[in-house]
């Protein structure tokens, strides 16, 4: 089992920057491919970005390609998620994952998430 707890999230306006880290615990963090959705109140849940186990490899959202950045420190057994450019309809709840396979579905983890939201 891994547990990852997300923090970062909070208030910020638009146009400004924050930082989403996911603390991993449990089996080895570095084992796994990482990701991180985001779902908004009354939408689905969609994919944000996702990152390989040796952080190589990167694939982003359309929506957010250009202003959030995806990366992972296997030493500190931490992922983060560097979100700037924030617009308000990036509000929302953001969950981390963590998963063998490298694929925007399927994810074996989560976390239980970090709201994040942008006011105009």
């Known amino acids: 089992q891994v547990q990852l707890v997300e923090s970062g999230g909070g208030l910020v306006q638009a146009g400004g920057s924050l930082r989403l880290s996911c603390l991993a615990s449990g089996r080895t963090f570095s084992r796994y491919h990482m990701g991180w959705f985001r779902q908004a109140p009354g939408k689905e849940r969609e994919f944000v970005a996702r990152?390989?186990?040796?952080?190589?490899?990167?694939d982003y959202a359309d929506s957010v390609k250009g202003r959030f950045t995806i990366s992972r420190d296997n030493a500190k057994n931490t992922g983060y998620l560097q979100m700037n450019s924030l617009e308000p309809v990036d509000t929302a709840g953001y969950y981390c994952?963590?998963?063998?396979?490298?694929?925007?579905?399927?994810?074996?983890?989560w976390g239980k998430g970090t709201l994040v939201t942008v006011s105009s």
């Open positions: 994952t963590a998963g063998g396979a490298w694929s925007r579905n399927g994810w074996d983890y």
């Open positions: 990152i390989t186990w040796n952080g190589y490899s990167t």
